[in-house]
């Protein structure tokens, strides 16, 4: 699969109902385990995504908007490595 800094991976495994939280609020999602490096990252896959309804984007400023549980909430991406030396 393709992931967003441009790698092909694949993924051998895929764990369902992984806990997590979204602020305060806890969410079950289910997740392919990707080979990122070091750092826990969590692939948002497109099924659950799906699930929110309306999303708006701003990829300039690595933002998700949308309403989860009747709260609205952003999500913000991390920045690379080489914007945060800048």
């Known amino acids: 699969m393709a992931i967003g800094n441009d ?24 997740s392919c385990i990707l080979p990122l490096g070091r750092l826990p990252h969590i692939v948002l896959g497109v099924q659950w995504l799906y699930t ?8 300039k400023n690595m933002e998700m908007k949308f309403k989860f549980q009747g709260k609205e909430m952003i999500l913000c991406g991390m920045k690379d490595q080489e914007e945060q030396r800048a």
Do not use: F, Q, W
Not at 7 to 30: C, F, P, Q, W
Not at 52 to 59: A, K, P
């Open 52 to 59: 929110l309804g309306e999303v708006t984007s701003n990829y």
């Open 7 to 30: 790698n092909i991976t694949s993924s051998h495994r895929m764990v369902e109902n992984v806990k997590d939280k979204l602020g305060d609020y806890a969410v079950i999602i289910n």
